[in-house]
């Protein structure tokens, strides 16, 4: 049996923190959140492994769990009358499981 955990942080980029808008392509505009926090992950990982000796096999199973807090994602408004797509970095928030066997 083997259990784990691990919590890593990051910051958003620099790029994506700065309060300004680029628009050198008008029809994809581009702007900035000054308002973003650093991210959290959260990463629980337990598995179980068997060796038959009789049958010459292994059973391995997995299970993995996953949260993410402030991860940073980029959204975008469409404007279907004018063309222009407006971006613009958020953070969100999501769960994750992953099992194998």
Do not use: C, W
Not at 34 to 54: A, C, G, R, V
Not at 70 to 82: C, H, I, L, P, S
Request: aromatic share 8%.
């Amino acid at each position: 049996l083997s259990l784990g955990y691990q919590l890593s942080y990051s910051s958003p980029e620099l790029t994506n923190l700065m309060n300004i808008t680029d628009n050198v392509d008008p029809l994809n505009v581009m702007q900035g959140n000054p308002d973003l926090k650093n991210s959290h992950s959260h990463n629980i990982h337990f598995s179980y492994m068997k060796f038959q000796k009789e049958y010459a096999r292994v059973v391995n199973a997995n299970i993995e769990y996953h949260i993410d807090q402030n991860a940073v994602a980029v959204g975008f408004v469409y404007d279907k009358a004018t063309g222009i797509r407006k971006s613009k970095p958020e953070n969100m928030n999501g769960i994750g499981v992953l099992m194998q066997i």
